[in-house]
């Protein structure tokens, strides 16, 4: 565009780092291409609009907070997930955030959270990124921070789009709006995303593209053959004409879930092989599922949504232990039991059957030695949604997901299963050059026969 317009001003909006170093790579100096939170640390942080710390944390812990605000004892992991909640949420006012607020909490909560809200405000203790974001946003929308008017706006996966960027999309000066995503591509709805596409049906021109820039022509065919015959009948997927014995220099292990992608860890950790992770999650979200199983027990305090559902399940198991112990002898069978079509417990058990606890214990603990040093990348499919690497792993994790859900009539399949499915295109449709170990897929002339196993990859 700028080679015709040289004066334009593109602006391009990006899930993750990742995906934002590889469309500034793409695009050159053609576009301004920044993930949300780059956008926000630019006009919050580096314009010092607000006396914020330049200490920024990805999360808060009880250490962070100054003495002078006062929390009765045991709420402070709630106040902190109201903090949280809230700088996540579509909100930009905490009272009517509060007013919405659909999980059970102590009133005695509120006000504390405010004044961490205003500690963070004022420099009393350090921010987090969502908190900047927050301010990013209330600005953005109330017209407090006013950005100079670009000639094009484009969001990208605006199929998984958060409250927060439609909010800053809609209110962003532009002279031209452009949403890009794949709806087959819609993964995050459980996060509270939302399809930016549903939102403005109907406003505006769209256009359908078919031809992947990321995809192989030797492996859009099979892909293209599995979504029409369990996706959309009518899906169309092209891939590109790269040269053949292409240099492979990223190659990316794409799992299921966390616990599967521990398990990788473990296996190259054993061979000695370097590798990266792909996301930045908290080493405490990473391994949540195996140590919720190796250490269960009754009355643990959970403030994450997903595991205090687990813990109470654990909780009525010890309280009705003498009626239940027959059929289930143990919590952890119970807990199964009542989850059974949960993936992350699945991986978790599979995880603990097949490793030592010390051996997940070192994974955690070695976990800051994998720096970005390697090309061998560990990911979930929901982190490497947006990227693309030379060669993908399909993990047998990913294959087993969509199984039996491969047997079941179309007209019998729940909308879970339909996600497991997209889950499973995606993962697929990361792959450049090669294609390893997608069950499902068709390759027209696979490059080689390496398998899925650490063994296989590196020897």
Known sequence: MQAIYPNSIFKYIIFGNVAAQEARDAFGTTAQCSTIHAMAYQAIIKQRMYPLQSTIRSFLSWKDIPKSISIPWG?????????????????????????????????????????????????????????????????????????????????????????????????????????????????????????????????????????????????????????????????????????????????????????????????????????????????????????????????????????????????????????????????????????????NIKSAINLLNKFDRDEIIEAKANLDKHKATSNTILGTCHAFKGCSIDRAIITDGLNDSVADILDLPLNQRTKQDRVELLIHYVACTRARYELVNAKFIDILEPTNDIGSTVDQLFN
Do not use: W
């Open 75 to 343: 709420d402070t992991p709630e106040v902190l997930e109201l903090v949280s909640s809230y700088n996540d949420s579509g909100s930009t006012s905490f009272t009517s955030f509060i007013a919405s607020y659909d999980e059970p909490f102590k009133q005695s909560s509120i006000e504390p959270a405010k004044q961490v809200l205003q500690a963070m405000l004022s420099g009393a203790m350090p921010s987090t990124h969502a908190f900047y974001l927050k301010l990013y946003h209330k600005g953005i929308t109330n017209g407090t921070i006013q950005p100079t008017e670009v000639d094009i706006l484009a969001l990208d996966e605006a199929q998984d789009a958060t409250p927060i960027m439609l909010d800053i999309f809609e209110h962003y000066p532009a002279k031209q709006k452009i949403m890009v995503g794949d709806s087959a591509q819609s993964l995050f709805d459980f996060m509270g995303c939302i399809n930016g596409f549903e939102v403005y049906r109907n406003q505006g021109t769209t256009v359908h593209l078919s031809r992947s820039f990321r995809v192989s022509n030797l492996i859009a065919p099979g892909v293209q053959q599995f979504c029409q015959e369990q996706i959309d009948p009518d899906m169309e997927f092209i891939g590109m004409d790269y040269p053949a014995n292409p240099t492979i220099t990223t190659t990316g292990i794409i799992t299921r879930t966390n616990s599967e992608l521990v398990e990788q860890m473990i296996e190259l950790n054993k061979h000695g092989k370097p590798y990266q992770l792909l996301s930045k999650a908290k080493a405490n979200q990473l391994f949540q599922y195996p140590e919720f199983f190796m250490f269960i027990s009754p009355n643990r305090k959970y403030y994450d949504h997903d595991m205090k559902v687990l813990q109470h399940d654990v909780d009525y198991y010890f309280a009705n232990q003498s009626s239940l112990v027959k059929e289930y002898p143990t919590p952890t069978s119970f807990v199964i039991a009542q989850n059974e079509d949960n993936p």
